[in-house]
């Protein structure tokens, strides 16, 4: 839209300000450009719906490893304080026995009070990262950082149980994943006709009025009120540089296609590979919690016989410790089991 009013201060002040002209060009065909730019940003806005439900899976993933992560250090925790009360049962029954009448050596209270003290230390930092995880967790959640909150333990079987039947692979081009592709490749058609559409020549509609008219004899501006409608055409045409951009679009497009292909396949392969993990990880899960069953009953048995001197430090040390790890190994599992379940149904979306 065009607005013209005087052209010098001298008519400004002796005629008034106001309008000499107005006109608009109004484009009737431009060879699709328009109309493919608007298809062109609903598909970008679709694209970043598709994204957005993909990236829940970032925070999800966050929230799941700061939970099993808080589990696994309050277990931690649980298990160094049984460990420490049996070490001070026994640096204190050593301790009685040396000052008595020293039947045995000073190194072995020694070597207990310095495994006593590695327990309490190992305890100090098990507290401060089960704390430290719970926190990220509230904060995920979107909780106050100092609200009690008791977690569970987790169960498998009942995780399990609540999907239901997990579902079977379908047509990957229906998932968000393959719609996600296919969005990539309407962008890159629409890029193509957009690039085209300087090969057309533009039609359009130039309504005006003018109000005002000078007259070239008295130098003094005359009413009018005189109203045109134009339509005209013109064409622009870049040679070189407009075949140019076609070539390379024709050419991303076609790469955007073969892309799609390819990946839509990579979507059914990765759909087929998470549930035969899903699967395992499964079965991994059911058993590692009857070796971990099996470990706290031999822990049990281990710190009777400890108390009784029927084990030496060093043996009911390696009991605990295998008790520690199989503990991490367990929710390490049933995290990689819940992330992996995730992961399959935001492909499966």
Same mark, same amino acid.
């Given at each position: ?63 799941? *490893? ?5 589990? @696994? ?7 160094? *304080? ?34 006593? &003290? ?6 100090? &930092? ?8 719970? &926190? ?21 079987? @009942? ?26 490749? *309407? ?29 070239? *004899? ?27 951009? !076609? ?61 009784? &001197? ?30 992996? !379940? ?8």
């Amino acid at each position: 839209m065009t607005i013209e009013s005087e052209n010098d201060w001298e008519t400004a002040k002796n005629e008034g300000f106001g309008f000499e002209k107005i006109e608009a060009t109004i484009p009737l065909f431009q060879g699709g450009k328009m109309m493919n730019t608007y298809k062109k940003s609903k598909s970008e806005l679709e694209l970043s719906k598709a994204e957005k439900i993909l990236a829940i899976y970032s925070w999800q993933e966050a929230g799941v *490893d700061a939970y099993f992560s808080t589990l @696994n250090y309050k277990k931690q925790r649980e298990i160094t *304080d049984l460990t420490i009360a049996a070490l001070q049962k026994q640096r204190n029954r050593l301790s009685g026995l040396y000052k008595e009448n020293k039947m045995i050596a000073k190194s072995e209270v020694l070597k207990v009070e310095a495994d006593l &003290e590695n327990n309490r230390a190992l305890n100090f &930092e098990n507290a401060q990262k089960e704390r430290a995880y719970k &926190e990220v967790l509230m904060q995920l959640l979107g909780y106050d950082l100092d609200r009690q909150v008791t977690l569970e333990e987790f169960n498998t079987i @009942n995780y399990l149980n609540s999907l239901g039947d997990i579902k079977k692979v379908k047509n990957p081009k229906d998932t968000t994943l393959g719609k996600k592709e296919s969005l990539m490749v *309407d962008l890159a058609e629409y890029d193509l006709k957009i690039t085209k559409a300087d090969l057309y020549p533009v039609v359009y509609i130039k309504p005006s009025h003018r109000f005002k008219e000078e007259n070239l *004899d008295t130098n003094k501006y005359e009413t009018v009120n005189e109203g045109r409608v134009e339509l005209g055409i013109t064409y622009t045409f870049a040679w070189g540089a407009t075949l140019d951009s !076609v070539d390379q679009s024709e050419y991303k497009l076609d790469q955007a296609r073969i892309m799609y292909d390819n990946n839509i396949q990579g979507i059914e392969l990765d759909m087929r590979n998470k549930l035969g993990e899903i699967e395992s990880l499964a079965g991994q899960s059911e058993a590692q919690k009857k070796r971990l069953e099996l470990l706290r009953e031999n822990l049990k048995i281990d710190n009777l016989r400890y108390d009784n &001197e029927l084990v030496t430090t060093f043996d009911y040390l390696n009991s605990v410790n295998q008790l520690r790890t199989a503990e991490e190994d367990y929710y390490k599992l049933q995290r990689t089991l819940v992330l992996a !379940v995730i992961e399959y149904e935001n492909l499966y979306k």
